[in-house]
């Protein structure tokens, strides 16, 4: 299993993850639940119109945290934003529910994976595994 699919599974048992931002010096986080891996990349999407997309594009550097069981997971890089035809199409595929709406209101997904990523996966006392992805 490669490090890219080792934090998408634990996404995926995780159910909701927490993708933090900063708002100039301030933190700011909320929940997310779509990321899709494709050829083994990590992607995740949020609507362009969003504060949260906004504030990963004016500082990078992002971190996801997620829960599950008794273990967590962080997982931080900077977020590089990708337009691909090929891959919103996988996303529509994915979330149709989502894209109609997004369609109805004029709005744009954007897509984004990490750079440079490092994950940490921890119970509340120790380090249980820790890579690059």
């Known amino acids: ?11 995926n048992r ?22 899709m891996l494709v050829d083994g990349t990590l992607y995740f999407g949020c609507g362009t119109f969003k504060n949260v997309f906004r504030q990963l594009t004016a500082n990078p550097k992002v971190e996801i945290l997620a829960v599950n069981g ?20 996988k996303v529509r595929e994915a979330i149709p529910q ?3 709406l ?19 996966i921890r119970g509340m006392m120790d380090l249980k595994e820790e890579f690059d992805v």
């Open 14 to 35: 995780a159910q909701t993850f927490y993708f933090l931002t900063t708002d100039g010096d301030q933190p700011k986080g909320r929940p997310f639940g779509f990321q």
């Open 1 to 11: 299993m490669t490090n890219a699919e080792k934090v998408h599974e634990f996404l």
């Open 102 to 120: 997004y369609d109805r209101n004029g709005w744009e997904m954007g897509l984004f994976c990490l750079e440079n990523g490092h994950a940490e």
């Open 70 to 89: 008794g273990e967590f997971l962080r997982y931080d890089g900077q977020a590089k934003v990708v337009r691909d035809q090929a891959l919103l199409e």
């Open 98 to 100: 989502i894209m109609s």
